[in-house]
């Protein structure tokens, strides 16, 4: 129960945060697809890297693939945004 | 059955989603891109302004079964002391940074459920579950390294020299072994169940296997120690 928890409430912290955000908002400034995924991606690394204090052996795992996963997906919905909502 | 375009009649959905989609012609660059900021504001600090009142005192003891823990807390020095700084529930039990603070009020929900479900509801039942409950807390400060105790507490500014000669040689041997406070500290705020030492040494066991992390060898690093220390100047 609490493992499901923990992790529902890693995934709801990532949305909330850098990744779902600031992922977002950069998947809006393109219309490609896969530059999209990649900026989500790397805002996922980034996040994980700068609130472990760049130590590589702080970083959890899971938070760490949450955190891409989580960014890749906000960037793509960015991007599908920016191709239903940008006329020029 | 039409629209006056001719075309088939759509829905109130259909027309809401194919409005929202649309280019806003009626307003300028400028106009939505303030409205946009403004309202973001408005939303966001909503938001933090919700998510705070429920770290309130309060909020916290507003629901029946945290009466136990409230008295116990209030026989505490992080209660009532000289200096009258508290640190109130959500001090200890949620953590400041935000993506932490967010998985943390999303955990809680479950205390929402055993509420509404009585788990603890009597306190025959509450010292049933007590130690489960001080087992999951420990285990979130040892992972942690005890991060809402430092919020406050910190081994660089302790003056050793105004502490007891105790606290002062315990803190020391906490640096030298890189304990944290929970290690220590584990009913700093609330009742110990019985079998609390064996349930922590049990906490502490676990989080180390799933780490992948072997258990520090503290008499190691005691026996260097002494051995560095009689070493010739």
């Known amino acids: 129960m609490l493992g499901f928890l923990d992790l529902l409430g890693t995934i709801g912290g990532n949305i909330l945060s850098f990744p779902g955000i600031l992922g977002l908002a950069l998947g809006m400034m393109t219309r490609n697809w896969m530059l999209a995924a990649v900026m989500g991606a790397v805002v996922g690394i980034m996040k994980s890297l700068i609130f472990a204090g760049f130590h590589f052996s702080s970083v959890d795992m899971i938070d760490l693939g949450v955190a891409i996963v989580i960014g890749v997906l906000a960037a793509s919905v960015g991007c599908a945004i920016r191709h239903k909502g940008a006329t020029a | 059955m039409s629209d006056t375009n001719g ?4 829905g109130l959905l259909r027309r809401l989603w194919n409005g929202f989609w649309s280019p806003a012609s009626a307003f300028s ?5 303030i409205s946009g900021f403004l309202g973001g504001i408005i939303f966001w600090g909503g938001f933090n302004w919700s998510l705070e009142l429920t770290n309130t005192e309060e909020f916290c003891v507003s629901c029946h079964t945290m009466e136990t823990n409230l008295g116990e807390y209030r026989e505490t020095i ?5 200096s009258g700084v508290r640190a109130i529930c959500s001090d200890c039990h ?5 993506q932490h603070k967010v998985k943390a009020k999303i955990i809680a929900v479950k205390d929402v459920y055993h509420e509404l479900v009585g788990t603890i509801s009597t ?3 509450y010292e049933e579950h007590r130690l489960a409950m001080a087992a999951q807390v ?3 400060m040892k992972a942690s390294d005890s991060r809402e105790c430092r919020n406050c507490h910190s081994f660089e500014y302790m003056d050793f020299t105004i502490q007891e000669t105790r606290a002062a040689s315990e803190h020391q041997r906490a640096i030298d072994n890189k304990m944290t406070c929970i290690d220590c500290h584990q009913g700093i705020a609330h009742a110990l169940p019985e079998g609390y030492l064996e349930q ?3 906490v502490v066991e676990d989080l ?5 992390k072997a258990t520090p060898h503290n008499a190691d690093v005691a026996a260097i120690q002494t051995y560095v220390g009689g070493l010739p100047k």
């Open chain 2, 7 to 10: 075309g088939p009649k759509q």
């Open chain 2, 29 to 33: 660059l400028g106009f939505i891109l």
């Open chain 2, 78 to 82: 992080h209660y009532n002391n000289h």
């Open chain 2, 94 to 98: 949620v953590p400041h940074e935000w």
């Open chain 2, 123 to 125: 306190p025959e039942k």
């Open chain 2, 138 to 140: 420990w285990k979130k």
């Open chain 2, 200 to 202: 922590y040494r049990s």
């Open chain 2, 208 to 212: 180390q296997a799933s780490n992948g």
